[in-house]
């Protein structure tokens, strides 16, 4: 291994650690990087949502986890678990096989890194931060794949950076969207997913975007990320509001609308709908396939852990397409970078909240309220 310049690495470290489904902090290990893995030190991590469900669901869940279920796989919640997977963190030490250049990202000791919350080797991988083995950014310390690193550039701050991962999430909801030519997207929650999503389509030119939520607070972000129709749900419906948003000139509407099928949905003479779940709760989805448009398609971001129920009839009067969507890819994820790099949108109105380990627990109920909390991100080095 080789040290980087920090003369001895600790031993030990202080965590925010899922136990008993309570954040507690303790001392734990240090971890020790393995074969093409790098120890860094945790400089910011947000908190996600995703967490706040675990800490709650997680238990339950991992009862009957699918078999490929990767992430649950990797979970026994009798022992601890440190989460946290939105990370940026200082490399401190290579593992075997991964030291520069040969760890292909060419990254350095001290240098500022994102990556994938992912660990992996022959046959299995694991996910920081919703694994026993593989800690993640609510400790001091964590233990990263080299291959799954990207330098961050030097003018972005710890917890910019941060923002790569839940940014990321957004830009992969609206790849899988397989967004149409003139397509008219429907955000329904804007809290960090929904946020995410607004990005990224306005960083795809892609409009009017039309959300909504019932928080005001998060009406003002989902302005400040770019969206162009902002609706207060308990005002005004989001389905007429989007109607009225997808209108097609009487031209285009006369030319393309072709005469109804003998059996089937009427079209709406309407510009295609995609619609973004972004609340995950149940009951959602089912009020969303209620107010859709006819063959739109639904992408259900929002992560709901608890048992939902719908009427398919709904769908099957609309044709309409439902899509669920997990996580980004590689090349995804350093898009986002680059998205936060280029300074197009500015992110900084999304960090509601800075904690050290021990707000953590705090912090968790904190994000109960949508007006107070957006994104709160926990700096280990905070007392
Ligand atoms: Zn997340």
């Avoid at 909801?173 to 397989?178: D, F, I, S």
């Avoid at 639904?298 to 439902?322: R, S, W």
Wanted: charged content about 15%; hydrophobic content about 45%; overall charge negative.
């Amino acid at each position: 291994m080789s040290q980087a310049d920090t003369p001895e690495m600790p031993t030990s470290m202080q965590a925010a650690i899922m136990r008993d489904q309570k954040i507690v902090v303790d001392d734990m290990a240090v971890p020790t990087p393995g074969p093409g893995q790098v120890l860094v030190k945790t400089l910011a991590c947000g908190i996600c949502g995703s967490d706040l469900h675990m800490l709650r669901h997680g238990p339950r869940l991992s009862k009957t986890a699918a078999p490929g279920d990767r992430i649950m796989q990797g979970m026994d919640f009798a022992h601890d678990i440190v989460m946290g997977h939105e990370f940026c963190a200082e490399v401190l030490e290579f593992g075997p096989d991964c030291e520069p250049p040969s760890n292909k990202v060419n990254v350095k000791a001290g240098q500022m890194v994102c990556a994938l919350p992912a660990v992996f080797g022959p046959g299995w991988r694991r996910t920081v931060g919703y694994s026993n083995d593989y800690s993640g950014g609510y400790g001091e310390y964590m233990v990263l794949q080299a291959a799954l690193m990207l330098p961050v550039p030097d003018n972005l701050t710890p917890e910019m950076a941060a923002l790569t991962e839940p940014m990321a999430v957004g830009l992969h909801a609206v790849e899988m969207a397989r967004l149409e030519r003139g397509a008219v997207p429907l955000v329904i929650g804007c809290g960090p997913v929904g946020l995410a999503v607004i990005a990224a389509l306005k960083g795809k030119g892609v409009g009017p975007i039309v959300a909504a939520d019932y928080s005001q607070g998060r009406r003002a972000l989902a302005v400040a990320m770019g969206a162009d129709v902002v609706i207060d749900p308990g005002e005004q419906s989001p389905y007429d509001s989007w109607r009225l948003s997808a209108v097609l000139p009487d031209a285009v509407a006369n030319d393309i609308s072709p005469p109804p099928p003998p059996l089937g949905p009427i079209p709406e003479r309407l510009k295609p709908g995609v619609i973004f779940e972004c609340v995950g709760v149940p009951g959602v989805i089912e009020q969303v396939m209620a107010g859709a448009p006819t063959q739109a398609r639904i992408v259900v971001v929002g992560v709901c852990m608890e048992a939902d129920t719908f009427q398919p009839y709904q769908g099957i009067i609309k044709e309409l397409n439902l899509q669920f969507v997990l996580g980004y890819t590689p090349d995804e994820f350093a898009a986002s970078l680059a998205m936060i790099d280029s300074g197009r949108i500015d992110l900084s109105p999304l960090i509601t909240g800075r904690v050290g380990l021990g707000g953590v627990a705090q912090a968790f109920n904190d994000l109960a309220d949508p007006d107070q909390h957006c994104k709160i991100m926990v700096q280990p080095a905070l007392v």
